[in-house]
């Protein structure tokens, strides 16, 4: 499988129709897309880099094997999301529980802008508030990642952990008092 | 003019992201400026967002090497879709086939499990982050948000 690469800027649903049609490279189009979003998920779910990765995988395999099913009444993005989730639950089940949050999995985003003091001090906060995001109950942790992360709206959030837009929206505002609670 | 804490607090993720239009983004700004709640709540977007996972490079092609691979041996025999559209086609031409199970070829695993909300509950029905969430109406939600934001609409210095 091969990629068109980052210059396809097709919506998701157009590359979705071509590969119902048979054309590989615009799955390779998806991979490009949303893998980020997808091992981000992941590794909130599982938090260990080598499982994310595998469950990364795993996930695109499973949405590319049951792409005939896609109905297309939600987005490729949530259906996707949803496939990724279940296969960390999967996983998590395999494991028995779950891990315990791990610093090694926050990998802060470097700016430019910032002078390396400012950065030093930036990047130990960040770390600190995904520490304390990785102890939060699971569907708060996953509607605030899934929200500030993916920027997925609260009913895609919904659609991902199974509950409805407003429980997803609660979830989101109960888990980011509790963070402020918790970073303060 | 600023926006609500509401309406702040409801887009600092398109906020941090980027994502807003200017005069949206500008409205939100001035609301940060004179607001202290909502400023420490950016913050907190800010830095989460700053900290988010970067995935390893080269997961991408791994991707797709793991799935040419897992699928490349059920292509050469014929894909389960192949098998499906043959179908269909046999009995457009009123031919009977007999469709013969194929152990290696890549079938759709969760293919009615992963498209369904359903599938996340089913497997032990209770999740941690207050599931009873899932039973409350819609009014119940409602006031269970009104506590955890802000109830003053406006600018509160
Ligand atoms: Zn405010």
């Known amino acids: 499988m091969t990629s068109r690469g980052a210059d396809d800027e097709s919506p998701d649903a157009e590359l979705v129709a071509r590969v119902r049609a048979g054309d590989d490279r615009a799955f390779g189009v998806l991979v490009d897309r949303h893998h980020a979003g997808v091992y981000r998920l992941a590794l909130s779910m599982v938090s260990d880099v080598g499982t994310a990765q595998d469950v990364t995988q795993d996930a695109f395999l499973k949405a590319y094997s049951a792409i005939a099913t896609f109905r297309g009444d939600a987005a490729f993005r949530s259906w996707l999301f949803t496939i990724a989730a279940n296969e960390a639950r999967g996983q998590l089940r395999r494991q028995g529980r779950r891990k315990e949050s791990s610093i090694d999995s926050v990998q802060p985003v470097a700016s430019e802008a910032a002078s390396p003091e400012e950065e030093a001090i930036r990047s130990q906060e960040s770390a600190r508030a995904r520490t304390a995001l990785q102890l939060l109950p699971e569907k708060q942790r996953l509607s605030v990642s899934l929200r500030i992360d993916e920027g997925l709206s609260f009913r895609e959030i919904g659609e991902v952990i199974g509950s409805s837009e407003g429980a997803a929206r609660v979830n989101y505002f109960h888990g980011i008092r509790r963070l402020r609670e918790l970073m303060s | 003019m600023t926006a609500t804490c509401e309406t ?120 941690a982050g207050a599931p009873a969430l899932d039973d409350l109406s819609e009014d119940e939600l409602a006031a269970l948000l009104d506590e955890l934001t802000p109830a003053v609409s406006g600018g509160s210095a």
């Open chain 2, 8 to 127: 702040t607090r409801s887009l600092l993720p398109e906020w941090v992201r980027r994502e807003l239009e200017a005069s949206e983004a500008g409205l939100i700004d001035a609301h940060l400026a004179t607001c202290d709640d909502c400023s420490a709540e950016s913050q907190l977007v800010q830095v989460l967002f700053a900290g988010r996972a970067v995935p390893p490079s080269g997961l991408a092609h791994s991707v797709r090497e793991h799935i040419a691979s897992r699928t490349r041996r059920g292509r050469q025999q014929r894909p389960w879709w192949g098998l499906a559209a043959a179908a269909v086609a046999a009995v457009a031409l009123g031919i009977g086939v007999v469709a013969q199970a194929d152990p290696t070829a890549v079938v759709p695993i969760y293919a009615t499990e992963s498209g369904s909300a359903d599938a996340w509950m089913s497997d032990d029905g209770e999740i």
